[in-house]
Nanobody
Framework: QLQFVESGGALVQPGGSLRLSCAAS????????IGWFRQAPGQEREGIAL????????NYADSVKGRFTISRDNAKNTVNLEMNNLRPEDTGTYYC????????????????????WGQGTQVTVTS
């Protein structure tokens, strides 16, 4: 099936850290910019991080800038999201998707034009 598999979500206390992974086994990510998104219950999907094809350019939503880091390993066909200093408002289901375009992840365009959306991985930040 042509979709990403996200993993690494967990229950964590505020101030903690997690590393999420996004893996593709049935297609190659080398042709795409990759974005991470999250969605909390009752809220819209939010684009939070985007990385260019070679991995040299990244951008982030203001809500995670300085705390989250996106990276990719094209040889391993994976994209990671390192999350530090987690807050309760970071709670949600996290997804990744592929795009032909690298621009600003805060654009609404990214919410509806991604490819290979996975099932997501749950992150819960609570004390």
């Amino acid at each position: 099936q042509l979709q990403f598999v996200e993993s690494g979500g967990a229950l964590v206390q505020p101030g903690g850290s997690l590393r999420l992974s996004c893996a593709a086994s049935t297609f190659r990510i080398i042709a795409y910019s990759i974005g991470w998104f999250r969605q909390a219950p009752g809220q819209e999907r939010e684009g939070i991080a985007l990385i260019s094809v070679p991995g040299t350019d990244t951008n982030y939503a203001d809500s995670v800038k300085g705390r989250f880091t996106i990276s990719r390993d094209n040889a391993k066909n994976t994209v990671n999201l390192e999350m530090n200093n987690l807050r309760p408002e970071d709670t949600g289901t996290y997804y990744c998707a592929a795009f032909e375009l690298y621009s600003d992840i805060r654009s609404n365009w990214y919410k509806t034009n991604g490819h290979y959306w996975g099932q997501g991985t749950q992150v819960t930040v609570t004390s």
